[in-house]
């Protein structure tokens, strides 16, 4: 079935998603790995780009 969207959209709309969640830097990341996983040697490596920064108070649970 055809795609309507271009891959060049759909890697748009993805960094907005990711990026809006995980920063610029970290979906930049994420799209390059995801573009090349056939070259990855391990891909347990790649867990940590998706894994959220514990920066933020709430983030550590300061709520909890």
């Not at 809006?20 to 990855?40: S, Y």
């Not at 108070?57 to 300061?62: E, F, S, W, Y």
């Amino acid at each position: 079935s055809d795609n309507p969207m271009t891959q060049g959209e759909v890697e748009a709309k993805a960094f907005d998603l990711i990026g809006g969640a995980l920063g610029a830097r970290r979906a930049n990341a994420i799209l390059r790995a995801m573009a090349n996983l056939e070259t990855v040697p391990d891909v347990t490596g790649l867990r940590r780009l998706w894994q959220a920064s514990i920066k933020t108070p709430l983030a550590r649970g300061a709520l909890a």
